[in-house]
């Protein structure tokens, strides 16, 4: 073999292949047993309403958690490879780290000024 990335595609081949077969050979011999319970939509066991009970509208504190696990994941994930390059990057990988970094405060003052650090 010339090329080494043959046998890499070779196995994403297989991987396709047997994960079409699964999908395939699930829908052709599986049961097929509809009922109305089954078709309709899951909601904790609750039946179903058409509306939401209290207006539906959620509480902004649903959205600043939302937006905290957002902020905070996104800023590891880029600030540890930052940190372990930070000498092959110089100045360029400074400059490009506190432009993020500032960029990333906006979000993090506004759910600052909302509220949204306050444990209730």
Do not use: Q
Request: with cysteine.
């Amino acid at each position: 073999m010339k090329d080494p990335y043959v046998p890499i595609l070779i196995m994403m081949a297989v991987a396709g292949v047997m994960a079409l077969g699964g999908v395939v050979a699930s829908t052709l011999i599986g049961p097929k047993r509809y009922n109305r319970a089954k078709l309709d939509a899951y909601e904790c066991g609750i039946e179903p309403t058409p509306h939401a009970v209290g207006g539906g509208r959620f509480p902004i504190k649903y959205y600043l958690v939302a937006m905290t696990f957002i902020i905070f994941d996104i800023e590891v994930v880029f600030l540890y490879p930052w940190a372990v390059a930070f000498h092959e990057l110089a100045m360029f990988g400074l400059i490009a780290m506190l432009t993020f970094l500032a960029l990333i405060t906006v979000p993090f003052v506004y759910e600052w000024r909302r509220g949204g650090f306050e444990w209730d």
